[in-house]
């Protein structure tokens, strides 16, 4: 095996010492540069190397019980090449000097392998290097500091809120990541960054005569410390005989309390009437419309046919963009990526191909204006800057496309609240908290059903009902919508394991919006027998 | 150094339980050389190689246990990983549910590694790229694709002294052609544990005369129609009906095995063990030494797997549980093989032609996509047909239909059966062409 031992001047340090805090900056300069050096010896036109170190910890409870406690940590470096025009990656564990020039020259034989079949040479997008930069989620309370028992006591608290308050059975889980990575390329650029995030799902359940029903959490995944589960009264949204919606903070139990309460209701309210109904979304159900309407069919990648292989292509094609009149949505709807809002999953000072980070519109007064790409995509939608959205789950897998924060503008004109929205609503379906999602390979039709279900009548909610999914056509849908709340009630949610690519690589995207209405919408009943 | 020997790992893990304090300790060694090329718009996109070993340290006191891993092996980060596992054990409430370690076990023969796969090159890589994108260019089409092979060892070794290891290779590939115009579109899938098996160009070539007969589909109603599931259509459905046969969510009423006690039922049963729900014919198993999908004779605790017949003649036969579940229900613990579930649904002999031949109307599923849970209590999902939908009339394909949304339960589908055909390898399972009556299809799909 033998030890595996990185070079300082004069001195040696182990990796295991290394590896209980960050590496050195000037270290990770070093090896960085170690492979830019070999690469370009090998014949490549541009390098990159990303050293990471990415920590995770899981704490999965059930009921009365910690299941599991995990801690995993991973350290390596990946190294991207040009090399004739072509692609090439590798990447490998082993942090010696030897090693990562070996591993560089591997990723430029591969580039030369593959560049005889290549027809379109690799064209970036120029970025001026940025020299030596650093950049930190801004966290509160970094939540790999808290003790693990205060962390496993939390979780044990929320079940014990939802066993006493009407579930039968409760899963929670908290899942923390820190990624440490650094990114130098042969633009000149060596930054490194410190990114935190977390989440903590439950999944609720409740078994009666006549069957079971399930309730999942209300939290989002964010970009933030253990101060994201302080709950504080400030970041709670109240809906009228429906639910609590969350901002900033997060009450955990006060959710599981929720929960058991609702779940006992699940299992004896009335299942939904089809048809036609105006449905008015919560923003945790509504982020994940974005997501799968809006996020996914803008990625540029996927409209190029790039990932016509595994997720798919897309309905929103160039030519609609290039018409600048494609009407996405009704005028109220603009729609924005950045990959700097605040508390959100993307949020980060440099993406993985060093590009800094920023915002831009991509639907604007419900015209279709713009998509999401990377250094050598841009140049195909006629723009010569980057948009900053190229990502890598760890140093393991070479980076690519990956989707930004996707966020629905709130109400500009008023600062209407849910309860307003509803207020205006004659016959509706107030529907909370994300469930069952379903879109077709080019995001034209999609199928979503939700946590929680309120019949509207005469502008009030009357009941909670079960067994609703709506259907629609993504440019119907937007095009439906006619009143968005505003700012105040406007919540980040997000996904924190969003698969793309093959291999398979996740990424965590959050999706900010406010409370929106959509008119006439299909509504179907799921309920079946067996 | 990612792909270590039996020797080797057994010298690894012997060190890592010499710095162990705790009650006991099991550790895992996983070792991967994967290599990859991706392809689209007619060229090469990505391709690459990574080499990884990763071990996980699991350390228990009494009731309280811990895990944490790494991926280097110095002897100060074994040590490093040993010790953070034991804090973190330490630090952990009881859990009532951890089992003992096994005591030494016996396993028979693995047959999981095949030269030809380890020796894949970027060569051969850069070929079965190749295979799609020279004969889409002849034919005005757009062709992309992924091929991935991978060479892993996973061992596992525990204080109590019992030891496994294994080292595997597989290869899997996968194609999508689509018409210039973005009219038609074809897929194909294969995978194998021996490379020498593949024939990319040939698979290829389905992909690409599928997306030819697909273009300008036509519209038919939403509504049931009898349909044939070519086994990449029928294989999702079909692992998560097995996905959802765990023991202890039915025994506890949140599965739709749970059985539901009529009024005065005395001693009722938890589960639908033994009750048949479905077609005679439906068949499902799982067996590591099965020739064309062979899997380790270990599960991830050191357990040894032999077949395991789970649906026989329609009747659920067996239930996957867990050490504990089946030690606090008196049952027996019926584990899977670890890296992944292996399933086998065995079916006739007739090929996927002859089903169409033998078809007065019906339509050809090429694959589903998206897939996902409506509800738990009666398995229903939701999700579209993709690349390559076709009405069959008289024992004939008609003309290509669009694509269309599904709202339908496996439970269902395997009461409909009207025929099983040849089962082949998807996915890492055995999977025969299905023709099922009324499968619910609820709305139409402009994609292609």
């Known amino acids: 095996m033998g030890g595996l031992i990185l070079p300082i001047t004069g001195n040696m340090v182990s990796a295991a010492q290394l590896l209980d805090r960050p590496m050195d900056v000037a270290m990770k300069k070093q090896l960085a540069d170690i492979a830019l050096n070999a690469a370009k010896s090998a014949g490549a036109s541009y390098a990159d190397a990303r050293i990471g170190r990415y920590l995770n910890q899981f704490i999965t409870t059930r009921e009365k019980v910690v299941n599991n406690v995990v801690n995993t940590e991973s350290a390596g470096i990946g190294i991207r090449v040009i090399a004739n025009g072509t692609w090439g990656f590798a990447s490998t564990s082993k942090i010696t000097p030897d090693s990562i020039a070996k591993t560089a020259r591997q990723a430029v034989s591969i580039a030369k392998a593959n560049s005889k079949f290549q027809t379109e040479p690799v064209r970036l997008a120029p970025v001026k290097g940025v020299g030596e930069v650093s950049w930190k989620t801004p966290i509160v309370k970094n939540a790999f500091e808290i003790p693990l028992k205060e962390k496993a006591d939390m979780l044990l608290e929320v079940n014990n809120a939802a066993l006493s308050s009407g579930a039968s059975y409760i899963r929670s889980v908290l899942f923390l990541v820190n990624e440490q990575k650094y990114f130098a390329s042969t633009d000149g650029s060596y930054i490194d960054q410190d990114v935190h995030r977390l989440w903590a799902p439950f999944t609720a359940s409740a078994v009666g005569k006549s069957g079971f029903k399930q309730r999942a959490s209300m939290g989002n995944p964010v970009g933030m410390g253990f101060e994201y589960l302080d709950g504080k009264k400030e970041d709670k949204v109240f809906v009228d005989g429906a639910n609590v919606g969350y901002n900033n903070s997060y009450d955990m139990v006060e959710d599981a309390t929720n929960a058991g309460k609702e779940l006992q209701k699940k299992l004896t309210a009335k299942s939904v009437k089809p048809g036609k109904y105006d449905i008015v979304l919560d923003p945790a159900h509504l982020m994940l419309t974005i997501h799968e309407s809006v996020g996914h069919p803008l990625e540029l990648d996927r409209v190029l046919g790039y990932e016509a292989n595994f997720a798919g292509t897309s309905f929103a094609t160039l030519d609609k963009w290039k018409s600048k009149k494609f009407q996405y949505g009704s005028n109220i709807v603009n729609l924005v990526a950045d990959k700097t809002q605040p508390y959100s999953l993307g949020h980060v000072g440099y993406d993985d191909e060093g590009v800094k980070t920023k915002e831009w519109d991509l639907v604007k007064d419900g015209v279709l204006v713009n998509y999401q790409a990377t250094r050598d995509q841009v140049h195909m939608i006629d723009q010569n800057e980057s948009h900053g959205c190229c990502y890598s789950q760890s140093w393991r897998d070479v980076q690519f496309q990956r989707m930004p924060n996707v966020s629905l503008k709130p109400n500009q004109k008023e600062d209407l609240s849910a309860n307003d929205i509803i207020k205006g609503v004659e016959k509706g379906i107030y529907i909370a908290g994300r469930g069952s999602f379903s879109i077709d390979q080019q995001r034209y039709n999609f199928q979503f059903g939700g946590q929680l279900f309120f019949e509207i009548k005469d502008g009030k909610i009357v009941d909670q009902i079960e067994d609703v999914a709506y259907q629609s056509n993504t440019q119907d849908f937007w095009n439906s919508c006619t009143q968005l709340a505003g700012k105040s009630d406007y919540r980040v949610g997000g996904s924190f394991f969003d698969g793309k690519g093959q291999p398979p690589q996740v990424s965590a995207v959050s999706h900010g919006c406010p409370t929106a209405r959509f008119n006439n919408i299909n509504v179907l009943n799921t309920k079946r027998k067996v | ?448």
């Open chain 2, 1 to 448: 150094m990612s792909i270590v020997t039996e020797k080797e790992a057994k010298k690894i893990l012997t060190k890592v339980l010499s710095f162990s304090k705790a009650d006991e300790c099991e550790c895992n060694l996983n070792g991967q050389l994967t290599g990859n090329i991706r392809y689209a718009r007619n060229t090469v996109t990505t391709a690459g190689e990574v080499s990884d070993l990763t071990l996980a340290v699991q350390s228990t006191y009494g009731k309280k246990v811990g895990v944490a891993t790494i991926n280097e092996f110095d002897d100060a980060s074994i040590e490093k990983v040993v010790r953070r596992a034991e804090e973190l054990a330490k630090l952990a409430p009881d859990n009532p549910e951890q089992m003992p370690n096994l005591k030494p076990q016996k396993y028979s023969k693995m047959n999981t590694y095949f030269d030809s796969t380890a020796k894949i090159t970027p060569e051969y890589r850069a070929k079965a790229a190749d295979d799609g994108i020279t004969p889409s260019k002849k034919n005005k089409l757009v062709a992309s694709g992924f091929l991935t092979d991978s060479h892993t060892i996973s061992a596992i070794m525990n204080s109590n002294g019992l030891f496994a290891y294994n080292v595997a290779t597989n290869v899997s590939f996968s194609a999508t052609i689509r018409t210039e115009d973005g009219k038609g579109s074809g897929w194909v899938t294969r995978d194998y544990s021996d490379v020498s098996k593949m024939n990319t160009a040939k698979a290829s070539k389905i992909a690409i005369d599928k997306s030819i007969a697909s273009a300008d589909a036509k519209e038919l109603e939403p509504g049931k129609y009898t349909v044939i599931l070519e086994p990449a259509a029928g294989v999702g459905l079909l692992g998560r009906l097995f996905n959802n046969m765990g023991q202890r969510s039915a025994d506890e009423g949140r599965s739709f095995l749970s059985y539901k006690a009529k009024d005065g039922e005395k001693n009722p049963p938890k589960n639908k063990l033994g009750e048949k729900m479905f077609d005679e014919r439906v068949n499902i198993y799982s067996d590591p030494h099965h020739p064309e999908v062979p899997t380790p004779t270990f599960a991830g605790d050191g357990a040894p797997v032999e077949k395991t017949h789970w649906i026989k003649n329609g009747k659920i036969q067996t239930l996957q549980n867990s050490r504990y579940w089946a030690d606090k229900t008196g049952t027996k613990y019926n584990p899977t093989a670890t890296g992944g579930n292996q399933w086998l649904m065995s079916g006739g002999d007739e090929s996927l032609e002859e089903m169409i031949k033998n078809t007065r109307r019906g339509i050809l599923v090429t694959r589903l996509w998206y897939i996902r849970q409506i509800d738990p209590q009666t398995l229903l999902y939701t999700g579209l047909t993709r690349d390559g939908t076709f009405y069959i009339e008289n024992g004939k394909i008609k003309y290509p239909v669009k694509n269309f949304r599904f709202n339908e339960s496996p439970i269902v589908m395997l009461n409909n059966i009207e025929a099983l055909g040849k089962p082949v390898r998807i996915n890492g399972n055995m999977v025969p062409p299905m023709k099922i009556r009324d499968f619910t299809f609820s709305s139409l799909s402009d994609a292609v």
